[in-house]
Structure formats: structure tokens, C-alpha cells
């Protein structure tokens, strides 16, 4: 993790001894292997709730493989099961899925000199738990090669667990029980945590932390996240405006 | 509307939001990045810890991630908070919290 009494923010990038960038450090990818355990358990589960509430298998691995959103994907065979018309569930799917356009503008910077492939893939492999993984790291190469990785082992995990979990069909251990929902807010605060180095951010995470609160009980799935960040970021510029 | 109808839309639709997340949001000031990516973090937080996505629920994950807080706080590296944090859930889970 991140060294927190010293003076990088993010991963600590290895260097070789000519001074260039080397792998990925290994408490990044322990971290990685972490989040892979869990991202894997819920792909399972989602692969069990996708058949059993009556999508074929094979179609329910390709969703984990094209549309590759967990919330989404959760919510739509929810809304389904539920009785839900399929053009609802997929406009509720949809919402949750906003939050990707906020995504894009926080990591953006880290691809604007790539290819239009490697563009292409870094879109597919964005997520939250990849966004939230590189976007504290202030050197770009080590995001970029951090990114990588994560994105590759989360999608990975995702689509095998959904696999197994679609052509096991019953018997998964409900992850929740395994205290595994747990790991995503964790892995979000202990990036957040060396990353409040400012007024600024501190007003930023507590604002977007009220509005997210707040918005929750009255809005549809995946507004309130929306809501919470822009809120975060204005409550942020507004403080810091009147510094100036 | 069929669910493989479904799904494509779903996709499409998807790829399109990320895709225009990382190429037409315009480039946004260093400062501002810091403050998105603070309030991206916190409120992925608040959503996972005291919600269900549409309602709020106070459940084994508070005390979960209370314990990150503090192991994240004394510098802890991120696997073993992961660890200690998921533990914490399953066990409060166990004894029936």
C-alpha cells in the first residue's frame, strides 16, 4: 500500500537501476489478488442469480464479458426476476452505470497519448475497483502499468467466477456471508485515507460522502453516486474559491 | 425484446459511457482531478457501507470498514486490511450480526 509517512501518494513504483520504471510492486499486487478474491466470488454469485432466473448460460458468461459492470449487472437480473420489463431493466441497469463518465474524467488524463486500441481496452476494463486503484498514484506510468494489471485480473475474475457460478448453478457460498461485500468500501477508504493531503480533498470526500447519503433514499440506483461526486467536486470549488 | 436484445443494448450502452468518460469529458485541471477522484472515493464509501443502493442499511460492513479506517490510518498495507476488514464482517455474520 501506499507508504503513509512518506511522501508519495499511490502505489510506490519500483525502478530499476538505470532509473526505469520496473513491475508492478508487490504490495500492489497482493492488493490485486485481494480484490480478484472477491471480485471472483461475485461473479460466481451473479453467474448462479443469472441462470436461475432464467437467462441462458452461455448468455449470462457473455454479459459478464461485454457488459462487465457488477451493479449493472446485479440490477438487471434483480429487476428481472422481480417482473420488471426487460427495456426498464436495462434503463435502470443503464443508471448505475453513469458513474463510468465520472470514471473516465478522473483517469482520462492517463490515456490521452494512447492508441485508439489501447484506449479501446482501458475503456472496457474500467471499474471501480480499477479507477480506484490508479487514481491516487501521481506518477502516470506506474498508474498506467497498475491499471493494467488491475483491470486484466478484475475482468479475469469477474468472467471466470461468473462461469463457474453459471454452470454450478447452486451451491455458491453466499459471499456476503464470507464478510466479502465488505472488501470494496475497504479497499475504496484505504485508498481514500493518505489520499486526504489537503483541505481541498477533505471537503471533497465529506461533501461527496453527505450528498451520496443523502440522495440515496430518494433516487434511483446509481444517481445517488452520480449526485454525491458532483456535489463533492462543487463543494470543493466553492470552499476553495473563497480561499482565493 | 428478447434478454440477448437486452444485453446488447446494455453493452453498447455501457462501452458508450465509458468510452465518452475518457475521451469527451474535457481535460480537467489538476486540482480538479484531485477533488473528482477524493469525491469518487468517498462516495463509493458511503455506497457500499451504509447502503443497498437505494435505501440506506446499517449491517456487518460498518464495523468492517470502521476497522479499515483504522488499520488504513496506522498505514497498514491494503491486502492485509482487506483481510482484517472482510474478517470482521464474517465474523460479526457468524454471530448472527
Known amino acids: 500500500m501506499r507508504d503513509v509517512k512518506g511522501t508519495a501518494s499511490g502505489p510506490v513504483a519500483m525502478r530499476g537501476a538505470g532509473g526505469e520504471p520496473a513491475a508492478v510492486g508487490a504490495a500492489d499486487r497482493r492488493a490485486v489478488a485481494g480484490l480478484a478474491v472477491a471480485v471472483g466470488s461475485y461473479g460466481a454469485a451473479f453467474g448462479v442469480l443469472g441462470t436461475t432466473a432464467g437467462i441462458p448460460v452461455w448468455l449470462v458468461i457473455a454479459m459478464s464479458v461485454f457488459v462487465y459492470a457488477g451493479g449493472a449487472q446485479f440490477a438487471y437480473v434483480g429487476a428481472i426476476a422481480a417482473g420488471v420489463p426487460l427495456p426498464i431493466a436495462v434503463s435502470q441497469a443503464l443508471l448505475i452505470n453513469l458513474r463510468f463518465v465520472l470514471f473516465g474524467a478522473a483517469i482520462g488524463h492517463l490515456f490521452r497519448g494512447a492508441g485508439a486500441l489501447g484506449k479501446g481496452l482501458a475503456a472496457h476494463l474500467m471499474v471501480d475497483e480499477s479507477v480506484a486503484m490508479v487514481a491516487t498514484e501521481d506518477d502516470e506510468e506506474a498508474a498506467r502499468r497498475l491499471y493494467r494489471l488491475t483491470g486484466l485480473a478484475l475482468v479475469g475474475a469477474w468472467c471466470l467466477g461468473t462461469t463457474i457460478g453459471a454452470l454450478a448453478a447452486t451451491r455458491i457460498p453466499d459471499p456476503a456471508a464470507l464478510g466479502l461485500d465488505a472488501a470494496f468500501p475497504t479497499a475504496f477508504l484505504a485508498l481514500l485515507v493518505p489520499y486526504m493531503d489537503g483541505p481541498e480533498r477533505v471537503v471533497a470526500a465529506l461533501g461527496a460522502a453527505v450528498a451520496t447519503a443523502a440522495t440515496v433514499p430518494f433516487l434511483p440506483a446509481g444517481i445517488p453516486l452520480v449526485v454525491g461526486i458532483l456535489g463533492g467536486v462543487a463543494a470543493a470549488w466553492a470552499t476553495g474559491r473563497r480561499r482565493v | ?97
Not at chain 2, 486540482?31 to 455506497?47: F, K, M
Not at chain 2, 470502521?66 to 482487506?82: D, E, F, K, Q, S
Request: no cysteine; glycine share 8%.
Open chain 2, 1 to 97: 425484446m428478447s434478454h440477448l436484445d437486452a444485453i446488447v443494448v446494455l453493452a453498447l450502452g455501457t462501452y458508450a459511457l465509458r468510452w465518452a468518460g475518457l475521451n469527451l469529458v474535457p481535460r480537467l485541471g489538476a486540482a480538479r482531478v484531485r477533488a473528482v477522484v477524493a469525491a469518487i472515493l468517498a462516495a463509493l464509501v458511503v455506497l457500499g457501507t451504509v447502503t443497498d443502493g437505494t435505501a440506506l442499511v446499517v449491517d456487518a460492513r460498518l464495523p468492517a470498514v470502521a476497522v479499515a479506517a483504522v488499520l488504513a490510518v496506522r498505514g497498514w498495507p491494503l491486502i492485509a486490511v482487506l483481510v482484517a476488514a472482510t474478517a470482521t464482517a464474517a465474523v460479526i455474520r457468524a454471530l448472527g450480526g
